[in-house]
């Protein structure tokens, strides 16, 4: 018997870019997966304690405005935003890909996920390449800081 955490794990960007390309309406939520995820299908706002109607997901359909470019490189990018947040929100945190119905938005204008159904986890090796194929795109597009003031 399988549990909500024994998913398939995509192992390349190449994979996950197939997936996006394939499915719309996907997110890629950080955390500690389904298992801990699908108890209570509700996020709680860390500065103020409130549940919210959803889990904080990251959309990773690709946008109009992105026209021709790569798949490959808007995945890498949506991945590169929050690869922070497993140093950040401590030990097994980790990316999973779901798809389900958007019912708000969060305090960081992220989408709220209801009826999740989880469909892969995305492996570490899929992080490392996006955080190298974003730093290639450095000269053309610049450099994002994240961090505190």
Do not use: F
């Not at 490959?72 to 690869?83: F, G, I, P, S, T």
């Amino acid at each position: 018997m399988s549990g909500p955490d024994d998913l398939p794990v995509m192992s390349t960007l190449a994979e996950v870019a197939r997936l996006v390309e394939r499915h719309q309406g996907l997110y890629v939520r950080w955390s500690k997966g389904p298992g801990t995820d699908l108890d209570s299908v509700s996020s709680i706002d860390e500065l103020t304690g409130v549940p919210m109607p959803g889990l904080s997901a990251n959309p990773l359909d690709v946008e109009n405005w992105w026209e021709d470019r790569s798949v490959e490189l808007w995945v890498a990018r949506r991945l590169y935003d929050y690869a922070h947040l497993p140093h950040d929100k401590g030990p097994g945190v980790r990316p999973w890909v779901l798809r389900g119905r958007e019912t708000g938005r969060g305090p960081d204008n992220e989408p709220l996920v209801a009826d999740v159904d989880p469909l892969c986890w995305i492996a570490d090796e899929v992080i490392d390449a996006a955080r190298d194929e974003v730093a290639r795109q450095e000269r053309e597009w610049g450099t994002l800081r994240r961090g505190g003031r």
